[in-house]
């Protein structure tokens, strides 16, 4: 059963203590959500490095990251003397709020009966809900420029500047793999988008009917690819997390925060950002709150609350997906990360856009058009592993000629061993001693003396 969902008609009818209540059940999952996710991230990742991880704090160490924000909550806040105040002090604020706000157009489930109410399970939707996430996101990055100029040491506002310069070549990047799903869905509003991915179709293949797949990670495989390297640049996460750098900046942004209440206020934000790109990447690419195939084949599985329970696995997922690449990659260098924002990511974005676009143009059946919109992905992906397997290969002749030349040049600048280049001599007084024996003191009252 196909459970079509809520529509933009269906939002701004709730009373205002059902929306409170809504607002506070957000609130709560992202704080909850904060605390299990550092624990969860701490014992993957102790796990693929044969360690044990947090496990003296309550039963399996659960209690760790309560333990760790109690500390931060209740540690003296020491703040420097040269700092801006006003701006030291907003910073947090600035980079914590919008990560909140940003989650309030994502749909966790279909409509369903609340106190009495038929209400849908999302905070409310916008007919650009999507460019609202991309707003806040952009509204996020100036607590964390501020931050950095706000302390007034050379770390801080080099990691200011870092994360100016990665979020706009990231975000124009994000932005650009939204186009197609927004091509595909005639809309920008969140719950519709999920509504677009119900299915329905078939391909009639031999005499069998296959349904089509109707999630659009499959027929927009290279916007999706792109929107996940975003997720990470956007974010600050490994192997993008240059504002940070902490092996050149130290602490990168937040150097001058002390381990205090403004400090786990970055720290929140940054997970709150993971949970939210994640959600919006469950939403436009996987079916948002939908029940994966075969769970689908169930009528009831897309109604009720049961849809919570999809959404959430689909959420733990993809954070596990953001714990996996900090286990396994290093950071990059700030030159690496900045010519393959712009000269891989948003060529190859506008190169699939003006396909897509094409293919809808076409104006083909629907099971048709995702059939070649897939195959055309497959083309893509297989053209850039191909060009990214010449290009490493040329990158590592670049650097074993360049490495040559330095050789070379190490050797010329080496002096000449016996019967080499002939060296003239210094035309210098030669002393059969160290030093003149008029210039060395004697005893001790001539040293003494002498320092006087």
Same mark, same amino acid.
């Given at each position: 059963m196909n459970n079509p969902g809520p529509t933009l008609s269906d939002f701004g009818h709730d009373p205002l203590w059902i929306t409170i209540i809504k607002a506070v059940a957000i609130f709560v999952f992202l704080m909850l959500g904060v605390l299990f996710g550092v624990w969860t991230e701490r014992k993957l990742i102790s796990r693929m490095q044969h360690r044990y991880g947090p496990n003296r704090a309550g039963k399996f160490g659960l209690l760790q990251s309560v333990a760790d924000g109690l500390k931060m909550g209740l540690k003296e806040d020491i703040m420097p003397r040269t700092v801006d105040k006003v701006i030291y002090l907003l910073a947090p604020v600035i980079i914590a709020v919008p990560a909140f706000l940003a989650f309030s157009v994502v749909p966790f489930g279909p409509m369903v009966w609340m106190f009495g109410h038929r209400t849908p399970l999302q905070l409310t939707d916008l007919p650009v809900a999507v460019l609202?996430?991309?707003?806040?996101?952009?509204?996020?990055?100036?607590?964390?420029?501020?931050?950095?100029w706000g302390s007034r040491s050379p770390y801080a506002v080099l990691g200011g500047l870092r994360s100016a310069a990665q979020v706009v070549s990231y975000e124009i990047a994000m932005?650009?793999?939204? #186009?197609? =799903?927004f091509l595909n869905a005639g809309t920008l509003s969140t719950s519709e988008i999920v509504a677009k991915q119900a299915g329905g179709g078939t391909w009639d293949i031999l005499g069998l009917h296959i349904p089509t797949p109707s999630w659009y990670v499959f027929s927009l495989i290279p916007s999706f690819l792109i929107y996940a390297v975003c997720m990470l640049g956007e974010t600050n996460r490994v192997p993008f997390d240059l504002p940070e750098g902490e092996g050149e900046l130290v602490g990168g942004f937040h150097t001058e925060y002390s381990s205090s209440l403004k400090f786990a206020m970055f720290m929140l934000a940054?997970? #709150?950002? =993971?949970?939210?790109v994640s959600a919006m990447a469950i939403t436009l690419f996987f079916g948002g709150w939908r029940a994966p195939w075969p769970i689908s084949l169930w009528d009831g599985a897309n109604t009720g609350w049961?849809?919570?329970?999809?959404?959430?696995?689909?959420?733990?997922?993809?954070f596990g997906f953001f714990v996996w690449v900090r286990a396994s990659l290093p950071r990059v260098r700030y030159d690496q990360l900045m010519a393959f924002g712009w000269k891989v990511l948003i060529p190859l974005n506008l190169v699939w856009i003006l396909l897509?676009?094409?293919?809808?143009?076409?104006?083909?059946?629907?099971?048709?058009?995702?059939?070649?919109m897939a195959f055309g992905a497959?083309?893509?992906?297989v053209a850039f592993v191909v060009w990214l397997r010449f290009d490493t290969v040329n990158q590592r002749r670049r650097e074993a000629r360049a490495a040559q030349v330095e050789e070379e040049f190490e050797q010329l600048r080496e002096e000449p061993a016996a019967g080499g280049f002939p060296v003239p001599a210094l035309d210098l007084p030669h002393y059969h001693g160290a030093v003149p024996a008029a210039r060395v003191p004697t005893d001790a009252k001539e040293v003494t003396s002498g320092s006087n």
């Open positions: 609202l996430v991309l707003a806040t996101a952009s509204i996020g990055v100036y607590g964390i420029v501020l931050a950095g932005g650009l793999s939204f #186009v197609a =799903v940054e997970y #709150v950002n =993971v949970f939210t049961w849809p919570l329970l999809w959404f959430f696995a689909k959420l733990v997922i993809a897509a676009a094409t293919f809808k143009a076409l104006r083909l059946p629907e099971t048709d058009r995702m059939g070649i497959v083309v893509i992906i």
